[in-house]
């Protein structure tokens, strides 16, 4: 048992504790039991929800592994994160995903919920076991890391998990579209000399995706799909026009993509090589106006951790990905916190992203499940890689002093991190 | 002429002065090539390294005779055959290299932005050889050079280059350094070929009819075209390239009447230019490699002799 004293739950400047017992919310305010944890005057809310995170187990754990990332994740609030399962092997085989949901629960960190692939080996051929992927405890279905080029097999899985109540989530880019391109195409790609991934890339396959799911809601197919980082003006106006019509189509945008251009490019540093990569200022305004208007569900890291050695290659050789799960709170509070409001963005990062699974939104009402967070607002502190716990001790924002910072994550009702 | 910069990797912290300089310079090292002994003490004692990441014999041959002539010390790093090409990242080959004590790089590579990556982590002067699609400053330097030479300034003049804009490190180049020495320049090739992007750079227009490129030019440049891009599927067919961009003497009817021919080299004969332009009294192409070798001294010179 432990009780929390010395917090405010949001919107309200009354300080108040609430005790956890046998991994419940027992209450709040009730007399102090078991061990006394001091919440520093921080505002608590439920823990924060992970969508879209790279583990990088089993196989490429140099870059991570279960232990850095789920402690990373506990370190930036997160009581629960769904993995990516493009690892070597890749995670589409049910024995591989209860050994990751076996291990991770002995970790103490945050929650692992494991995707599994849609495709055998993310070929993009033929479906995976979808039926015995989702027993053995698959979160969702997605070839992330890939993108889906045969929209038939696409169509067939969408039939499949829809009937399955899951959700499949895409990697939304046409790969031929696409072709070499190491960052976005434009003004900026051209001055550089590196070759650029049009924004028509990702539109029209978001277009082309959304039209396989209306094909089949109007058979009265259950189908849900999930469109993962979504970087451009264009494809969000589809996706707007697509949930006008009452389509089963959700997405989520990723704080890189709001905070950070492709001017950044012009350091050449791979740092800022991502995929869908970094866009415009008008790209970054367009998805901020979705957040505020509900066109986009959820916010999702696409926490890509690497080794520096490989982010330290030349762009075109360069993997992509950020890894900053540590930060992705602070960053959007701290940036954000005035325009969208600190409910709206605790929302988005932790409802949100639950309701896109269709799993239960998460409260702090007595008998829910105790996964909390406790947030201080007011101090700021310098971002220092060194500090992380994610293997990818690297970052955009190094040295960037940001606030929001998590004080406390609560998992299961268990201390999974503590300041 | 403003502070000078470091290294030279593309001309974005270049002043025109400094750059009027280098051109200024050359004409002095013209004249060391001319003398029986071609040779001066300007670098003795320095160790300039060659670090090509992508084969290119000539241009490693050009700044190999360039860093020789003023006596420096040349270390050749040829990438080819050791571990960068397995992955190593580009600073963990830096580190070995700077353990050498080199006093400069001369670098080379497939990736754009690479000249600026080696350049953050040896903290020594670097010369930008090509990088991928980025930039070739000395070739740009040596072009413009080679233009002054024919009309005694760049002031208003115009500059036609023609074929694949998109992949060429050269048309970037020359696109940013002409105009800051008065010139305009004009950007010529198949639509496929031809970003639109480049169009926002100061001084450059685009254009995909060659005829409308050539008009009023002093100087028309015909670039090398990859034949692999047929395959990328940017063309139709070589020849529908040919009859259309190929740089020849019915084309320079077009242009001014004294205007003159240049190429980076080496050329597909009879594809992007034609045997009379590249061989007519119109061609400045020899010009352009002697040219070369006194452009890529003055810069050793500029970015080297009193800096400490
Ligand atoms: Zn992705």
Known sequence: MITITNIKRVGSEKTESVTIENGLIKGWNLPEEGDVIDGQGGTVAPALIELHAHLREPGQTEKEDLASGLAAAAAGGYGTVVS??????????????????????????????PAAALTKGQKGEELAELTYLKEAGAAMFTDDGRTNENARTLRLGLETAGSLGMVISVHAEDASLRADGVMN???????????GNP?????????????????????????????????TARALDLVRAAKAQGLPVTCEVCPHHLTLTDEALRSFDAIFKVAPPLRTQADADHLLEGLRDGSVDCLATDHAPHTRAEKERDLLDAP???????????????????????ERILDLMTAAPARVMGWTEPTLDAGQKADLVVLDLTTERTVNPAEFKSKAKFTPWAGETLKGWPLLTVVDGKVAYQR | MGARPPHLLDFQDWTPERLGAILDNADTMLQVLDRPVKKVPALQGLTVCNAFFENST?????????????????????????????GESLRDTMEVLTSYKVDAYIVRHHAAGAAHLVARYSGKPVINAGDGRRAHPTQALLDAYTIRQEYGSLEGKTVAIIGDIRHSRVARSNA????????????????????????ALPGVTLTTDPRAAVRGAHAVMALRLQRERM???????????ADTYQVNETLMQEAESGAVVLHPGPMNRDLEISGDAADGPRSRILKQVENGQAIRMSVLYHLLVGRN
Do not use: W
């Not at chain 1, 890894?323 to 701290?334: D, K, Q, R």
């Not at chain 2, 041959?61 to 006596?71: I, K, N, P, V």
């Not at chain 2, 940013?176 to 639109?196: D, F, Q, S, T």
């Not at chain 2, 395959?231 to 390239?241: D, I, R």
């Open chain 1, 84 to 113: 990516m399962p493009n690892t070597s092997p890749v995670v589409d085989d049910p024995a591989i995903v209860r050994s990751l949901i076996e291990k991770a629960s002995g970790l103490g960190f945050a929650r692992l919920r």
């Open chain 1, 185 to 195: 195409e434009g003004p900026v790609s051209e001055a550089l000399g590196l070759p």
């Open chain 1, 199 to 231: 924004a028509s890339a990702e539109a029209a396959r978001v277009a082309r995706d959304i039209e396989i799911v209306a094909g089949l809601h109007a058979q009265g197919v259950p189908a849900r799909l999930h469109i993962q980082h979504l970087s």
């Open chain 1, 320 to 342: 992509s990905g950020i890894a900053y799960i540590e930060l992705a709170f602070p960053l959007m509070y701290t940036r954000f916190g005035e325009t969208l409001g600190l």
């Open chain 2, 58 to 86: 000539r241009t490693r041959t050009s700044f190999e005779l360039a860093a020789r002539r003023m006596s420096a010390d040349v270390l050749t790093f040829a990438a080819g055959a050791s571990s960068v090409s397995k």
């Open chain 2, 176 to 199: 940013e350094l002409l105009p800051k020495l008065g010139a305009k320049v004009v950007l010529c090739g198949p639509a496929p070929l031809l970003p639109a992007g480049l169009g």
């Open chain 2, 231 to 241: 395959s990328g599927g940017f063309l139709g067919s070589l020849q529908e390239y």
